[in-house]
């Protein structure tokens, strides 16, 4: 079975100071990793993944995650917060062995961003 | 370009009434999904369409029955409302076997029953 943890239910942080979301995944084989952002009132966006490679991934407004394989942790992180930023965020992962027609997805409950002005 | 549409945006339903949820893509992916997002909770596969006639089970269907006639439309029918239905439900569709993961997501239908 696969599992994603997000411990932390939300995450505030002062515009322009860095911001980290935290990740912590399980699952049987090797990873597929991504992350995901909610607006207020929308669908959920594409933001990255982790396939294989190097294990700092850049993704979609400046977002980066490190992939710790040992840890096993998928933490989305920023340099520099911006307000527009403040939003729910979604981690989530797949066995790279799933079996054909296995396309579920495992998301985390979701961190709520807010970066204060 | 339109992306994932879905309809309606909000509702309420009376314990044991129907509804069906449209779904419709005009990116020609042939990979389509209904997710169910509770408070406090990550998304939960309700149903999924690797293409038109094809449709699985995912981790919570029961309730829930789905159909895919046309590569662009996946409607969601729920028979007979039950409060544990109450949700925000999302359809979501993807390109295919190249990039199953990168998920386009319509903007959700807020469904209350009571």
């Known amino acids: 079975a696969q599992s994603v943890a997000q411990p932390e239910d939300q995450v505030n942080v002062a515009e322009g100071n860095p911001l980290t979301v935290k990740c912590t995944y399980s699952v049987s084989g090797n990873p597929y990793l991504f992350w995901y952002v909610q607006y207020p009132n929308r669908g959920l966006q594409f933001l990255l993944k982790?396939?294989?490679?190097?294990?700092l991934v850049k993704g979609s407004y400046g977002f980066e995650a490190e992939f710790n394989k040992s840890q096993t942790s998928f933490h989305l992180k920023k340099p520099s917060a911006l307000v527009s930023d403040s939003a729910l965020y979604f981690c989530?992962?797949?066995?790279?062995?799933?079996?054909?027609?296995?396309?579920?997805?495992?998301f985390g409950k979701g961190t709520k961003l807010s970066v204060i002005p | 370009n339109a992306g994932v549409t879905q309809t309606p945006k909000f509702r309420i339903l009376k314990i044991g009434q129907s509804m069906t949820l449209q779904c419709t893509q005009d990116?020609?992916?042939?990979?389509m999904y209904w997710y169910r997002q509770d408070p406090g909770m990550g998304l939960k596969l309700i149903y999924y369409?690797?293409?038109?006639?094809?449709?699985d089970k995912g981790e919570v269907p029961n309730g829930y029955n789905v159909s895919r006639s046309t590569t662009e439309d996946f409607p969601l029918r729920l028979e007979l409302a039950a409060p544990s239905q109450t949700s925000v439900y999302f359809c979501a569709s993807s390109l295919g076997q190249l990039h199953p993961e990168k998920l386009f997501f319509g903007s959700g239908t807020q469904l209350s029953v009571l």
């Open positions: 990116m020609n992916h042939n990979y």
């Open positions: 989530a992962v797949r066995d790279a062995y799933s079996g054909a027609g296995s396309y579920q997805l495992t």
């Open positions: 982790y396939i294989t490679g190097d294990n």
């Open positions: 369409s690797v293409g038109a006639g094809i449709t």
